[in-house]
């Protein structure tokens, strides 16, 4: 996979322009993003329609997340489907912001795993005093929810992430989420 540093991406876009697509969550992207990025979210990115409607001719099409990952993820979609004239952003938007690069602010949310976090803490916590005040069969609650925090960083997925994802606080409507 091509990468390349916020440093030598800000400098080629000075020179010739550059075509970046940030594939954070819409509610991510309200918060903070890279003057020039588009939001195009990995969990509806499709890579023809995507890369037709994004990419110049004969340029790379640049792709930002947080910090990484979600963009090495969306650059591998672009391969299989058999566009290679794309390249991940090291260190993402964190990194963009932090060299003092141009960004663009808007509402502020609480991060998708911080709401992981305070479901799953949530869960285990009733669980417990469910299984202290009226059955012991409800500390399988909090074993499940263990097991799927283990299992969720063994593989880097996590499905208690994906569903919040689908919340309706998580989502915004595209007007909602266009930072002037």
């Known amino acids: 996979m091509k990468t390349i540093s916020v440093q030598e991406l800000a400098r080629e876009d000075a020179t010739h322009g550059v075509s970046l697509i940030d594939v954070r969550m819409p509610t991510e992207y309200r918060e903070v993003h ?17 890369y037709e409607k994004y990419a110049q001719k004969n340029r790379p ?28 952003v090291d260190g993402g ?13 808007g509402k502020k949310a609480i991060s998708l795993e911080r709401q992981v976090r305070i479901v ?9 005093v469910l299984a202290m005040l009226v059955d012991p069969m409800f500390a399988g609650l909090s074993a499940f929810i263990g ?5 969720a960083g063994v593989t880097d997925t996590c499905g208690m992430g994906m569903m919040l994802a ?6 915004c409507q595209t007007h909602a989420c266009q930072v002037r």
């Open 34 to 50: 890279a003057e020039n990025a588009q939001s195009v979210p990995l969990d509806s990115l499709e890579p023809k329609s995507a």
């Open 61 to 88: 099409l640049y792709v930002i997340c947080k910090s990484g990952g979600r963009s090495a993820m969306a650059c591998k979609r672009f391969y299989e489907a058999g566009y290679d004239n794309v390249v991940s």
């Open 93 to 105: 938007t964190e990194a963009w912001d932090r060299a003092g690069l141009p960004v663009v602010r």
């Open 120 to 128: 799953a803490g949530a869960l285990v916590f009733v669980g417990a």
């Open 147 to 151: 097991a799927g925090l283990v299992f």
């Open 166 to 171: 689908k919340m309706p606080w998580n989502r």
